[in-house]
């Protein structure tokens, strides 16, 4: 039997740990000058798994600009997404687990604060850029109970150029985009992810000299699977052909890799580099058709499915003169953490933080002693598809679900051998009682749920 008075002391410390910044490479930040109000780009891949990157590893792609945003930055090791899209994207841009604020897939609850108000209330010129998806079609409203989401402007953004507003068109060759002060536009022959880095290399040239947010949700490397302006058969597949072939992931990869590089090119080009943050995630795990090597194994995507294959993401932070460079950073990351973050980094001020889940890593990027999170938390009811719900806490070496099944994911990350409570030493009995406390705590309201 777990000592009471163990669990007592776990429950005290939950919430917030202190102290606890393990960064592998220790390596000061004293003599650096945090610069006020710098510039922000927040860079966030569809469908893109940790295990893609030969930054984490990978062994199937090249990426070699984020192979140096890593290496000149800090990498983190421990980031969670959710499984899914729409799940993941309004967690982000919330800062709440979605047990508060989740009302289906494709929509952002019209009446929710986005990290675009707050930077916006804070002096920041606010553009998007890249995939929408958050108004809904009908019958995502429909399933929503005829609730509608959310549009750009009245998300808290000036200026934008997306794809999947309220018309959805190709998001690829020939892509159908809407963009502020312009409306739609089918760019025939285009490539809609050159379109997108177009728009922000332009908003970054008007607004360099006033601090800027730029938030790029990516098209890329989402299916369908389709060659990319730098392969042959561009200029003669048609996109009504519906073609969609994993062969072509590889140069997806390549050519996502090649466009953050221009955006970090445009800051360098306007002299802006050192005064602005660069920050790179994917919104949940990779494709399920696709196969990568990692480390020596062969890895399948998980997109949509509660293990670690489906969840655990890339977070790739880089501030030039300011955050240390080869830093590796094992702390717990998940995705309500982005917008107390963003609100440090802006110069913090009220309104914000007493409503938000997650906790700012922005000290530990200065090498501050911070706080850190002990667990991340998970409510998973996409009500879109064959995925299944599930809600549940985990660390880096175990995790619970609420009907009670436990796994060593460390050991195990396809979660195919749950473990026995009996099974447990005690402190990590401790710690399964603390997880059952987090689970109990964040029941949404009037669910029912045990």
Known sequence: MVDFLKILLVLYCLPLITGCNKNS???????????????????????????TLSAYGGESYDTPNLDLLASSGMKFTNCYSTPLCTTSRVQIMTGKYNHRNYIGFGLLDAGERTFGHALKDRGYKTGVAGKWQLYGNQRQQELAGGSTGTLPLAAGF???????V??????????TLETSGKGLVTYEEDYGPDKFVEFIEAFMEEHQREPFFVYYPMCLVHDPFLPVPDHSEFGSYLPETNLNDTTYFRDMMGYMDKLIGRIVHKTDQLGIRENT???????????????????????????????EAGTHVPLIVNWKGTIAEGQVNENLIDFTDFYPTLLDIAGGGSGDPGSLDGISFYPQLLGEASETRPWIFCHYYPNWGNFPSRRYVQNTELKLYDDGSIFRINEDPAEQHPI??????????TLIAGFETVLHRMKPAGSGLD
Request: charged share 25%; aromatic share 8%.
């Open 25 to 51: 490479t220790e390596k000061s930040t004293t003599d650096t000058k945090v610069i006020e109000q710098p510039n922000i780009i927040l860079i966030m891949a569809d469908d893109l798994g940790m295990e």
């Open 158 to 164: 000036d200026a934008y150029r997306l794809w999947q």
């Open 420 to 429: 026995p409570l009996q099974q447990l030493n005690d402190s990590q009995q």
């Open 166 to 175: 309220q018309d959805r068109g190709w998001r690829y060759k020939t892509p």
């Open 277 to 307: 943050i660069i920050i790179f995630t994917g919104d949940n795990g990779t494709d399920r058709d696709v196969i990568s090597r990692w480390q020596g194994q062969r890895v399948q995507g998980q997109k949509g499915y509660t293990v």
